[in-house]
């Protein structure tokens, strides 16, 4: 690409957590960029102030700024007093975006959706993006990301605005003022030994970092889908059903999508697995006919991202032959999609906590950390009754309460989702592990606090 070719970006909620590391990362490799917010925290870029929710002051903003591609990552944060902020945010001001950007000729939205809009308090096991919506949204926010996303997913092609939608669970990383902050209260008030369930409920969480280029991948792929008649999709109809056929797969994409992604090895670290095509050899009386070519496929430079052996589909796979033409959507393609982004490594969601906990204890004397404590597991039906009983207790007294079924669900809950979609199309590969990413994060708050 060109440096005339080249988008100019704004992105929308630049001075929250999301939106800064997007734009250090749009900075890092000299692009155009510009910050439309309520605040400006950051001075090394152009800056629009303004209101998500007033269609007007973001039309300006894209016009002053001459952006081509906007990234719209602007939401309240969790846990708000007054939950009818976030339809106004996530609903009313993802509406003013899309029509700004249609007025103002805009190619390309991004937008920052959530993992949670198909969370309905049940476990989520392996989930991808064909799943729809819960008829009951598990709580106000995920609702209003829900309504938000599909706006824009029915704004594609409208006006030549190209849009797409990313669903990142569990953001954490440098910068997180939301997770860290009551896990370093809980660090503080001494209740790290305290767990809520059996501990054995997987859960996703995402480095912000590698959330950031996930937009970029987005918005680089964001292009025009096939218009030609033979590469259109068709509609056949009879007097009983209507069948989406898409495009017919070229032969290179089918062999990719029918060879195995690699293991994700961000802190794993990467291993070789043997195969029957490429293995060492052991010890044999007659070694098999073609044992050279084994070993040195197996010794061979070789790209870790590379889909590697072959795969069998079942049709109930979101990749199988089937299940690609009669998809609403090509969802080969990144136009008018949604995809979940995560580090692709799920973990108990209290080693998870645990981990973040032993990296803000320093050792004392004796070798041994404050959060090294004995467990105190609490059953999940207990702890909805307390969560009941504090809510209870907090509206009596007129507080907020810190201890709320919500919370117990939440811990609860196995939430882990499907990322082959989001490898296989935009090419994401998580750069920075669980391990390292925390490692970065407790740095950057000690750092931010003055904490030793």
């Given at each position: 690409m060109s440096q005339q070719q080249?988008?100019?970006?704004?992105v929308i909620g630049g001075s929250g957590f999301v939106g800064r590391h997007i734009v250090d990362?749009?900075?890092?490799?000299?692009?155009?960029?510009?910050?439309?917010?309520?605040?400006?925290?950051?001075?090394?870029?152009p800056f629009y102030?303004?209101?998500?929710?007033?269609?007007?002051?973001?039309?300006?903003?894209?016009?002053?700024?001459?952006?081509?591609?906007?990234?719209?990552?602007?939401?309240?944060?969790?846990?708000?007093?007054?939950?009818?902020?976030?339809?106004?945010v996530n609903v009313d001001g993802t509406r003013a975006v899309i029509d700004a950007a249609v007025s103002a000729g805009v190619t390309k939205l991004v937008y920052t959706s959530s993992a949670g809009v198909v969370f309905d308090g049940d476990d989520v096991i392996n989930l991808d993006e064909r799943a729809p919506y819960p008829e009951k949204p598990f709580d106000a926010y995920n609702d209003s990301k829900a309504k938000g996303e599909a706006l824009i997913l029915e704004a594609n092609g409208k006006g030549g605005l190209l849009t797409v939608a990313l669903r990142p669970a569990g953001i954490f990383g440098p910068g997180d003022r939301q997770m860290m902050v009551g896990l370093f209260q809980a660090y503080q008030r001494g209740q790290t030994h305290f767990q809520?369930?059996?501990?054995?409920?997987?859960?996703?969480?995402?480095?912000v970092g590698n959330l950031a280029q996930a937009h970029l991948l987005a918005a680089d792929k964001l292009v025009p889908p096939p218009t030609t008649a033979s590469d259109a999709a068709s509609i056949k109809t009879d007097s009983s059903e209507a069948t989406l056929v898409n495009p017919p797969i070229d032969p290179a994409t089918h062999a990719s999508l029918n060879r195995a992604l690699p293991p994700i090895s961000a802190t794993t670290g990467f291993r070789r697995v043997p195969t029957c095509e490429a293995r060492p050899l052991g010890p044999y009386v007659t070694p098999p006919p073609n044992a050279s070519a084994m070993e040195a496929a197996y010794n061979a430079?070789?790209?870790?991202?590379?889909?590697?052996?072959?795969i069998l589909r079942s049709r109930f796979d979101q990749f199988a032959d089937n299940a690609l033409a009669l998809a609403p959507s090509n969802p080969l393609q990144v136009a008018g999609q949604v995809f979940f982004i995560t580090n692709g490594e799920p973990v108990y969601f209290w080693d998870f906590m645990r981990y973040i906990w032993l990296a803000l204890d320093p050792p004392t004397e004796e070798g041994k950390k404050r959060a090294q404590?004995?467990?105190?597991?609490?059953?999940?039906?207990?702890?909805?009754?307390?969560?009941?009983?504090?809510?209870?207790?907090?509206?009596?007294?007129?507080?907020?309460?810190?201890?709320?079924?919500?919370?117990?669900?939440?811990?609860?809950?196995?939430?882990?989702?499907?990322?082959?979609?989001?490898?296989?199309?935009?090419?994401?590969?998580?750069?920075?592990?669980?391990?390292?990413?925390?490692?970065?994060?407790?740095?950057?708050?000690?750092?931010?606090?003055?904490l030793s």
């Open positions: 080249k988008d100019v970006y704004l990362q749009l900075i890092a490799r000299g692009d155009i960029v510009s910050v439309f917010d309520i605040v400006q925290r950051h001075h090394d870029v102030s303004g209101d998500i929710t007033d269609e007007q002051q973001v039309l300006n903003a894209i016009r002053k700024s001459g952006t081509t591609c906007i990234i719209h990552t602007a939401s309240p944060p969790h846990g708000a007093k007054d939950p009818s902020i976030y339809h106004k809520v369930g059996d501990n054995n409920n997987l859960f996703d969480y995402t480095y430079p070789h790209d870790p991202h590379a889909p590697k052996h072959p404590k004995g467990t105190w597991v609490i059953p999940r039906t207990f702890g909805m009754v307390l969560g009941f009983l504090a809510e209870c207790w907090a509206g009596l007294i007129g507080k907020e309460a810190g201890f709320t079924r919500y919370r117990v669900g939440y811990s609860c809950a196995t939430r882990y989702h499907n990322i082959e979609k989001a490898r296989r199309v935009l090419g994401y590969e998580p750069e920075v592990g669980l391990e390292e990413g925390v490692k970065k994060m407790v740095e950057w708050f000690k750092a931010e606090n003055g």
